[in-house]
């Protein structure tokens, strides 16, 4: 198994910038498809990225495509969501997710109930 502990989160004016960390611990990432999570007080969590063990098929979801990018580094057991031009509907707690693969496979999973392992939450507050 694999915890994951996710760091990053804080207030930002619209336009600003931030970079949400997420550390794998207990098992190498590199065996898990990966998703970073958001959920709105009202709302139902949302994919904003999604990623397949083998690093071949990613999703952006519509609202954050051209504006979130994601990055990993292996050797840390970290992966990273760096959120630029922040509009106050990005608002959310982020979440980080894994779920563990068998074997190489080139799937990615936009629906949460898919994964295993999250981490424990943080805060993005977007508002001037």
């Known amino acids: 198994q694999v915890q994951l502990v996710e760091s990053g989160g804080g207030l930002v004016p619209p336009g600003g910038s931030l970079t949400l960390s997420c550390v794998g611990s207990?098992?190498?990432?590199?065996?898990?498809?990966i998703g970073w999570f958001r959920q709105a007080p009202g709302k139902e969590r949302e994919a904003v990225f999604c990623?397949?063990?083998?690093?071949?098929?990613?999703y952006y979801a519509p609202s954050v495509k051209g504006r979130f990018t994601f990055s990993r580094d292996s050797a840390k057991n970290t992966v990273y969501l760096h959120m630029n031009s922040l509009k106050p509907e990005d608002t959310a707690v982020y979440y980080c997710?894994?779920?563990?693969?068998?074997?190489?496979?080139?799937?990615?999973?936009?629906?949460?109930?898919?994964?295993?392992?999250w981490g424990q939450g943080t805060q993005v507050t977007v508002s001037s």
């Open positions: 997710a894994a779920k563990y693969e068998a074997v190489y496979a080139t799937e990615y999973y936009t629906d949460h109930e898919e994964y295993d392992y």
């Open positions: 207990g098992y190498s990432l590199d065996f898990y498809a």
């Open positions: 990623i397949s063990d083998t690093g071949n098929n990613t």
